[in-house]
């Protein structure tokens, strides 16, 4: 019987899109810097490819927060700007940013009524509880994990153990996760034997992995869980 149920937060819960394109339009401001909108998919491919090479243990976290910036700048010529210190203010205005992917509250107001629920992020820790707090969704969680805190990120079978070492004694088949990544919570659900509900919002084809279900809406949750 299912007891509990593990779910992400950027691009799940929170429009991480939406959020980055906030931060990176208040971070050209920062400095001085003229932004316009044809920029931020530069910047969402350089992030999804670092994202990817750090879900596959090729990068360190910080290694991917010391380059980000410095590639993507470098691909629009701007030299004269210190790309460490452009994630620096990149970091605060994501964490000022909270937009909800939509049906987001209820579907935690709905599994809230019938699971326990755990957010589980490879993002940082204090940074996505402020953001989940600020969205309103905080309340309906009974831990946060993330990788941060844990020591292990998503997919690492490492990660989902130490989570279910805090769980109260539920066990892998009495929970199942739902997160839009194929590569962080379908594969890290695979491996660890749990069910998995891939949130599929672009309408891609999953040609590696074979999660137990597939939805292009959240609100698609509530007639299978």
Not at 22 to 41: E, Q
Not at 145 to 174: H, Y
Not at 185 to 195: A, H, K, P, V
């Amino acid at each position: 019987m299912l007891k509990a149920v593990f779910i992400d937060i950027d691009d799940t819960l929170l429009d991480f899109a939406k959020c980055a394109e906030y931060s990176m339009r208040k971070s050209f401001d920062d400095f001085c810097l003229d932004f316009d909108k044809t920029m931020f998919p530069v910047f969402e491919k350089i992030n999804t490819e670092y994202w990817h090479r750090l879900e596959k243990g090729e990068i360190t976290k910080s290694e991917l927060y010391g380059k980000r910036w410095v590639t993507v700048l470098g691909k629009f010529g701007i030299s004269h700007i210190d790309g460490n210190e452009f994630e620096k203010h990149f970091q605060g205005h994501i964490r000022e940013s909270s937009e909800k992917v939509d049906g987001a509250e209820g579907l935690l107001i709905y599994l809230s009524g019938k699971y326990k629920i755990y957010a589980v992020s490879n993002g940082p820790h204090e940074q996505q509880i402020y953001r989940l707090e600020k969205s309103n969704l905080l309340q309906y969680f009974t831990d946060i994990f993330t990788s941060e805190k844990l020591g292990f990120q998503k997919p690492d079978k490492a990660f989902f153990d130490a989570c279910f070492s805090r769980t109260g004694g539920i066990k892998n088949n009495e929970t199942v996760i739902i997160g839009d990544s194929l590569n962080a919570d379908i594969l890290g659900g695979i491996n660890c034997g749990i069910q998995t509900v891939w949130f599929n919002k672009n309408n891609i084809t999953a040609k590696e992995f074979h999660p137990d279900f597939t939805v292009n809406s959240l609100n698609e949750i509530k007639n299978i869980l």
